[in-house]
């Protein structure tokens, strides 16, 4: 047997083996699994809320795909601040990269959902989720782009100049795209990790995953058996973005190569 076949069949034991403590650490819990089974269909997704809306899982993406675009395009406009010899750009970028980066998210999601209305905006709890997930992201991605960008060789600049390019048409045409490739796994990574953060949104009650495992639980003192379930769907939620990650990466690296 060759030396990774045999890595690969260890590491698949050892995670059976932490498969079974797990279901032996679910089990001790002497659950109801066929309570647990009738509300899956809803925390999936698959039956629509009273109002006729997706909820459950379809939402909790939905959320997460808005939030993704919205923050992606914040990170990169703080990220181009922060690499600007512009003081008021880079005061600007520097400050919303500290407060939304030192802040507890639902702390921030609070502030919009329930600070905006005391100036007289008054958002819904869809776009509030969005904005707040997008700030907090937006900064953390913002990080990623910069880091991306000084990633890239010196010499690169030197060949636009050369070629007499603007600084504006360097950074748009040459810099910007190798950078990108640099960026797109951990911005990925940051999809994953705002799956799971999407969840602090239940509190304005958007009937999303969370939510309603969390209504189901308490409406018939159920709480473990929808928190699992909830746990669960997130999980496999997370292994299946993981591995579209895992073929993003490998292809990108072959682009590199080629």
Known sequence: MKLENRFRLQVGLVMLCLLGGFVWFVNAFELDYHFALSKLPLLAGLELSPEGFIQGIP????????????????????????LSQNPLLYGLATFYNSFFKGTPLLVQILLIYLGLPQLG???????????????????????????AILSIHRGQWDAGKALGLKPQAIMRHIILPQAMK?????????????????SLVSVMG????????????????????????????YWLLSIVLELFQHRLEVRLSASSRR
Do not use: H, N
């Open 59 to 82: 939402l909790t993406l939905l959320l997460c795909l808005l939030s993704t675009v919205l923050a992606v395009m914040i990170g990169m406009l703080s990220a181009l601040g922060r």
């Open 182 to 198: 640099v960026a797109v796994p951990p911005t990925f990574s940051m999809f994953i990790s705002m799956l799971k953060d999407s």
């Open 206 to 233: 958007l009937w999303e995953l969370m939510f309603l495992a969390q209504s189901y639980g308490r409406s018939a003192y159920r709480y473990m058996e929808m928190l699992l379930t909830a746990a669960i769907l």
């Open 121 to 147: 905006v008054v958002p819904t709890a869809i776009p509030s989720g969005v904005a707040a997930l997008a700030l907090c992201y937006g900064a953390y991605l913002s990080e990623v782009f910069r880091s």
